[in-house]
């Protein structure tokens, strides 16, 4: 080690020469190079420790990013599989729902959903202030082992992002705009946080042994509750069901939902592989598997049932399938050996295919399926901890049903009760003329899908 | 002159244009359109509904002639577009009151 502190001594004296002979008429700087270069050489040495933290933190930081990535994949999605004439309006909801979702994360959320409760404890509302400030140790392992505060918060911000864009498709093609961005603050801000709180935040479901992984429930069911809320307040759009038939409204490109599903999977290498937390080997490498298995499971179980029960395989089918494997594993992906996550993804691909055609049979008009797929699926997933993998057993089973009841019960209630507020005081839908002409016109005054230019060009 | 609306099948473009091109007509205005005659439309499944798919698609063809070539290209179209298959499509030929060129503003025969 000395060797080496006094090879680097004499090489930053070698490289400062050329400064100490041409600066001779100023000897106060060369004898501050000369300074400069000595405490250099002193500086600690980088231990195997940093070392290590640097790469969980680094691979956190790419988690987060593909988590970002998500959003680009809802708003393909959600776009693909609504009407031309209202994807300007779906494709601004989904911007502004992110940049929203960051936002309130910073300023109350992340504060909200991580208030420092006691360990053990049954806490369930605190709030440890606004905006963001990093501790001392923010910046070590002392903090958490596998990132920093500044990670820890925007990889959580991104989380909340995607609860909130969840609710944009189903309430697709009739909802005002300006009560959808409402909606969506107030949810993003209050309610996904506190829920949150109660597991991830070490709050009174964590001490009761109820375990989420990634956010089957704090996530994808929290954001079919709202969806789910929405859906029953606004109604169905118009001209959907008629004369007690339901009448398909059709996608209008099927290239954008696929290519959302794809970017949407990606971005789960990144929310179940980053919720290790650390960039463990054995732990992200099992994760990135299950999940996998799962949504491959999850696209082949739901292509297999809509095929037998259809006549015709359902391109959109297929996709929802692929997302319901992929949140029905997100509660366990850590706990599962490769067997059940294939199982659990079959299994939630034949639920979605159910789910879709229930709700279209009880008037729930869902446009994309968030219902079925982040609610159903996200309580199937939730629940699947408690039958398959390592802690599979009935207490287990019974902490899962608490958390699911608890927060599905919290989080309907208040979205309900949300959206209801919101229609009282500013009208939650459309009018009728302005659905059927298209909100694209009528709410953003430019179409997606321009044919005849609106502006003469001179 | 006459003018000669037909409705074809898609894919038969190219070999009406050809058989067309043949007879020194090449002059047309091609538009994508919807429609059914006695060709029925089918059902069809979304997510678990159906829906009657009623309107097909098709290719319609216009163009201007004088009055002596509209025989020979009215064969021309016939038999490039058939199939002997029910869906064909249709020829409908209409009086036309003038036509002018814009360029030349020449009028009559001499702009078709």
Known sequence: MKRNYIALLIVCLLATLPRLVLAQEDPAAAVEAVAAAVEEAEAPPITAADALFTAHNLWMMIAAALVFIMHLGFACLESGLVRAKNTTNILFKNTMVVCIGILTYCICGFNLMYPEFEDGGHGWLQFSGFGLSSPDVGMTAAYAAGYTYWTDFLFQAMFAATAATIVSGAVAERIKLSSFLVFSTIFVAISYPITGSWKWGLGWLNTLGFYDFAGSTLVHSVGGWGALAGVIILGPRVGKYVNGKIRPILGHSMPLATIGVFLLWLGWFGFNGGSVLSADPGLVSLTLVTTCLAAAAGGVGAMTLAWSLLKKPDLSMALNGVLAGLVGITAGADQMLPMSAILIGFIAGGIVVVSVLVCDKVKLDDPVGAISVHLVCGIWGTLAVGIFGAKAGFSQLIAQLIGIGAIGAFTFIFAFALFLGIKAVMGLRVSEDEEREGLDVREHGNEAYPTFQPVPEV | ?112
């Open chain 2, 1 to 112: 002159m006459k003018k000669i609306e037909a409705i074809i099948k898609p894919f038969k473009l190219e070999e009406v244009k050809d058989a067309l091109g043949e007879l020194g007509i090449e002059g047309m205005t091609v538009s994508e359109v919807k429609g059914f005659g006695r060709q029925k439309g089918h059902t069809e499944i979304y997510r678990g509904s159906e829906y009657t798919v009623d309107f097909l698609p098709k290719i319609k063809v216009e163009m201007v002639l004088p009055e002596d070539r509209v025989e020979t290209a009215v064969k021309a179209i016939v038999s490039s577009a058939k199939t002997g298959k029910i869906g064909d499509g249709k020829i409908f030929i209409l009086p036309i009151d003038e036509a002018i060129r814009i360029r030349t503003e020449e009028k009559g025969d001499k702009a078709v």
